[in-house]
């Protein structure tokens, strides 16, 4: 996995990447942004000052104070909430543009990611970065810009107004300072650690609940219900301690930022009550300073507890951006070419496969599937079928030896015009919640609704299409949850019609289907492979014994090929497997 060198954990790298890849195009809202922060600043900074003047005008008998004094400060007032409301409406555009394009580039990585690297995690626990941990990344964002230049600009201003008044007074309420900044360090750290572990297991927690969702069926068959309860008491209490170690971590902020500030106070009241008292200060002295102090001390607390804030984002931040920088191993060469099909012969040639290191998938495969045949891939389950298949669109790559389609090796070629060439149909059906028109549409993007409707016939879908109240606009529902398995096998069917590639995979396309759809999709099957280069996978020998080849597979090796009749008469495995699937004895594993 490549990460950049940045990402070393400091808070500081994470958000100059953040500025550099993603506020940087927002510049000059930004730049107005710190405009109205610094006019807040400056209005806030006055307040003491106003105080002060008009206790002092007041001591004096000045009339004029009372014209005026309530004006200025309506005024100064005005100004302020003004550049609040306009920082606010400026922050809160650029914020949800940085997260929405955050999302989306986070989204177009996954899509773009390669099997293997989509295996890593469930869907659930993806699901969850986008919800989570921008929950925690748009926090950052809001309150650096509402919190940390808005406040350093507020204590900058009132930092200057207490040294006007008494530079003496600010030094003593500054000495607090270190003794505070210390422990919100310490407690930044710990709640960084703290938040990594939380997200990470909320990813878990998503992919349990989803995991025990989509397997309700199973549970309630099974009676697994307590055991899945328990599963997630289990996860939910470890999220729940999780939370409770940030959240006291948390809460240790406010006691330090009171207690110090409490401390500076009562070192200024002693010092300006002596210099009132003796007549060396005026009243509008000590209350404009103090005015000043208390105001310096929101946005003093404010800044103390962005800290945690900002450690909990840097967490965030940290597993977006190494997801993010992760590098898909399948890559287009820089001179790849567009595949030329003028055949559709595929050849394994010395093929070796493996998922993991210490995990052989398939070893030394050599086999041609001959252009407009088909080769049946048959054998236990676990053989290396699926393996098989899965290397002809590059969905994983092989670790040696090549794969070739008219002697074109795949990895040469662009990976548009190579899964151009390839259509594939399993028996796990992948619809999207839009309608039918659309999901057979996906195979040739374009396709006018004569020629999707010219496919559906051909599928053997358009009789039951017709049927339904909205026709081809009928919504499928999420996952095509609105049809049966038959009918979204046969939209599924269509969609390869429409697409017209001239290779065909076929991955056990009728092996979970009632004896009905199988027989419609079954011969639905026949007229898409007619004059392509197929190559399926049977779990019934009695759909394959057509085949112009069959491969016989056995522990990631090609142990027989031949027809049907041939390997019958050879006695082999096949043969052995014919015998079982003929007669009353269960089949071992899966054909």
């Excluded at 809202?29 to 106003?50: D, E, K, N, R």
């Excluded at 003794?179 to 650690?193: E, Q």
């Excluded at 759909?543 to 390997?567: C, W």
């Amino acid at each position: 996995m490549a990460r950049r060198p940045l990402l070393r954990g400091d808070t500081l790298p994470l958000l100059r990447r953040l500025w550099r890849e993603w506020l940087s195009p927002h510049r000059a809202t930004l730049a107005v942004v710190l405009v109205l922060i610094a006019i807040v600043g400056a209005a806030t900074g006055l307040y003491p000052a106003l105080i002060k003047a008009a206790f002092d005008a007041f001591d004096a008998k000045d009339q004029r104070a009372l014209a005026y004094g309530p004006l200025v400060v309506i005024v100064v007032t005005s100004v302020r909430g003004f550049a609040l409301f306009g920082q606010t409406i400026l922050t809160n555009r650029v914020v949800t543009r940085v997260e929405a394009d955050m999302q989306g580039a986070l989204y177009a990585h996954l899509i773009e990611a390669d099997m293997a690297q989509l295996g890593r995690e469930s869907a659930a626990s993806f699901t969850q970065r986008f919800t989570t941990d921008f929950a925690f990344i748009k926090e950052a964002l809001t309150r650096i810009s509402t919190v940390l230049l808005r406040d350093i600009a507020m204590l900058i201003a009132l930092v200057i107004a207490l040294v006007w008044m008494d530079p003496v007074l600010t030094l003593v309420a500054g000495i607090t300072v270190p003794f505070v900044a210390g422990p919100i360090g310490r407690v930044g750290k710990k709640l960084r650690h703290v938040s990594t572990n939380t997200q990470e297991q909320m990813g878990l927690m998503a992919s349990l609940i989803s995991e025990s969702l989509q397997g309700a069926r199973i549970a309630k068959t099974y009676s697994l219900e307590g055991y899945l309860k328990g599963r997630a008491s289990d996860a939910l209490d470890e999220v729940r301690r999780l939370k409770m170690k940030a959240a006291n971590a948390r809460g240790r902020l406010d006691p330090l930022l009171e207690i110090g500030g409490g401390f500076a106070v009562a070192a200024v009241l002693v010092i300006v009550g002596q210099r009132v008292m003796s007549g060396e200060k005026t009243v509008g002295d000590f209350t404009g300073y103090v005015a000043a102090l208390l105001l310096a001390a929101q946005p003093a607390r404010a800044l103390g507890t962005l800290n945690a804030i900002l450690q909990e984002a840097a967490a965030a931040l940290t597993r977006y951006f190494a997801l993010l920088d992760e590098h898909p191993t399948i890559r287009e060469a820089p001179d790849a070419v567009p595949l030329r099909v003028t055949q559709g012969e595929i050849t394994f040639e010395n093929l070796r496969f493996r998922y993991r290191e210490d995990a052989p998938a398939l070893e030394g495969i050599d086999l041609t599937v001959r252009a407009g045949s088909t080769t049946a891939l048959v054998g236990r389950s676990g053989s290396g079928k699926s393996s098989l298949l899965n290397l002809v669109p590059r969905l994983y790559d092989v670790t040696d030896g090549r794969v070739l389609i008219d002697g074109q090796d795949i990895r040469g070629v662009t990976i548009g015009s190579l899964r151009a060439a390839v259509s594939v149909v399993s028996q796990e059906v992948v619809l999207f919640d839009d309608t039918i028109a659309a999901n057979i549409g996906f195979g040739r993007p374009g396709a006018s609704r004569t020629e999707i409707e010219a496919a559906a016939e051909a599928a053997a879908a358009h009789g039951f299409v017709s049927r339904l109240s909205e026709g081809y606009d009928f919504r499928v529902g999420p996952a095509g949850g609105r049809l049966s398995g038959g009918e979204r096998q046969r939209i599924s069917l269509a969609r390869a019609f429409l697409k017209d590639a001239p290779i065909l995979l076929l991955d056990e396309a009728t092996s979970a289907l009632d004896s009905e759809s199988e027989q419609l999709v079954q011969e639905a099957l026949v007229r898409l492979m007619r004059g392509r280069t197929t190559l399926v996978i049977a779990h019934r020998l009695s759909t394959v014994r057509d085949a112009g080849q069959i491969a016989v597979m056995e522990a990631g090796r090609v142990i027989e090929t031949g027809t049907h009749e041939a390997l019958v008469a050879a006695g082999g495995t096949y043969a052995r497997l014919h015998r079982l699937q003929l007669s009353d004895e269960p089949v071992p594993a899966a054909v």
